[in-house]
């Protein structure tokens, strides 16, 4: 059985760093270490043996505690095959529809460039399906394109995201959801479920803020919303000219939130 320990860390980027475990073995794969101090410990404490370590792109938030992590568990690195220049000291490059595994728990690789250009997630689609996503997918939005694309962004996540099952949970890099919801309130305003789920949101902290899943993003998100007729409506007040396509939507949209 697959347990994802979500892990806090109180900087400013709002990171959120991901222990998968092997319930079986006690194996853990360490996802994207920020604090890899806070994460070892947090291992110890469980009794977990950190055996493996991913990360889902270059940036330097996800890839700042690869060292202190390899020097005191001796693990092997694994990095987007595509990241061969960004990411030092890589043992396996991934490519996409690579297995990995940790303990008796295989995750699939999906390829999802468009954040960066060198950007992987990784899909458990066991018993309680989980998509641990980096900076490709929010809770209630998705990442930004300053080092990627959005139109390959958009591909990425219509082709290879948008059709996982409903039931698939959402682990992202950041604590975004409360920004993005307020956005998305902003884009869709008569969608009621944003604004209750706002309210929501708002009364947690970091620590017990809602792991959403496939479902309730395609209710929520509006990355994920695109055909919605309200937020067509005031996307084109701001972008006359736009296009009525899906991408130009999703780029539109994508633009506003670079300034919001």
């Known amino acids: 059985m697959l347990h994802i320990e979500r892990i806090t860390i109180p900087n400013p980027f709002k990171n959120y760093n991901h222990l998968l475990v092997c319930t079986e073995t006690k194996e853990a794969m360490m996802v994207d270490p920020t604090d890899a101090s806070r994460c070892m410990a ?3 404490e469980n009794g977990w043996r950190i055996t493996q370590l991913v990360n889902t792109h270059e ?4 890839i700042c505690g690869n060292s202190d992590i390899v020097k005191a568990h001796h693990c092997p690195l694994s990095a987007p095959a595509s990241a061969k220049k960004t990411i030092p ?7 996409h529809g ?9 995750l699939q690789v999906l ?4 954040h960066t250009m060198s950007h992987i997630c990784l899909y458990y689609k066991g018993k309680n399906p989980a998509l641990i996503c980096g900076d490709t997918l929010f809770n209630a939005g998705v990442g930004n394109c300053y080092s990627g694309d959005p139109e390959i962004l958009y591909e990425s996540i219509k082709v290879l995201l948008f059709p996982l099952p409903d039931d698939t949970r959402i682990y992202p890099g950041h604590d975004y959801i409360e920004t993005n919801l307020g ?3 902003k884009r869709e305003p008569d969608n009621t479920y944003i604004t209750e789920l706002l309210d929501e949101v708002s009364q947690q902290n970091p620590d017990t803020r809602l792991v959403t899943s496939m479902e309730l ?13 309200s937020i ?3 996307l084109l007040t701001e972008f006359p000219g736009m296009g009525d396509s899906d991408k130009e939507v999703f780029i539109h949209l994508r633009k506003l939130r670079d300034s919001w």
């Open 89 to 95: 000291q890589v043992d396996r490059w991934l490519e």
């Open 232 to 234: 067509r409506k005031t």
């Open 111 to 114: 390829d999802t460039p468009g």
């Open 42 to 44: 947090v291992a110890e």
């Open 217 to 229: 993003e395609r209710k929520m998100n509006p990355f994920f919303r695109l055909k919605s007729p």
């Open 98 to 106: 690579d297995i990995v595994k940790v303990g008796n728990i295989e």
């Open 183 to 185: 956005f998305a309130a």
């Open 59 to 62: 940036h330097g938030d996800h």
